[in-house]
Nanobody, 122 residues
Framework: QVTLVESGGGSVQAGGSLRLSCAAS????????MGWFRQAPGLEREFVAA???????VYADSVKGRFTISRDNAKNTVYLQINSLKPDDTAVYYC????????????????WGQGTQVTVSS
């Protein structure tokens, strides 16, 4: 079992930045692929970024160049640095973990946090 707890969300103006954190506990963090997803009201949960256990990063096209995912295995934490925020980035951001899946489909990820709200005003 893996427990994930997100933090760092908030309300910001367009153009601002936030750093989201996801603290993991329960298993060997370094063995897990970690991802960030988001869900806006009325929309499906969508892939944002992922970092595999080996360190490879992947991003949704909509966030490339603005979002950066990273991990600190010593702290059992994955981060999402969000820059140049836009109102369209408003959503609940979720952290996910999986031992083996290397993909963007949310229903394949095993473990989820409760989410942290990001609200961007114009």
């Amino acid at each position: 079992q893996v427990t994930l707890v997100e933090s760092g969300g908030g309300s910001v103006q367009a153009g601002g930045s936030l750093r989201l954190s996801c603290a993991a506990s329960g298993r060997t963090f370094s063995n897990y692929n970690m991802g960030w997803f988001r869900q806006a009201p009325g929309l499906e949960r969508e892939f944002v970024a992922a970092i595999w256990s080996g360190g490879t990063t992947v991003y949704a096209d909509s966030v490339k160049g603005r979002f950066t995912i990273s991990r600190d295995n010593a702290k059992n934490t994955v981060y999402l640095q969000i820059n140049s925020l836009k109102p369209d980035d408003t959503a609940v951001y979720y952290c996910a973990a999986d031992r083996s899946y290397l993909g963007r489909y949310s229903n394949h990820w095993d473990y989820w946090g409760q989410g942290t709200q990001v609200t961007v005003s114009s």
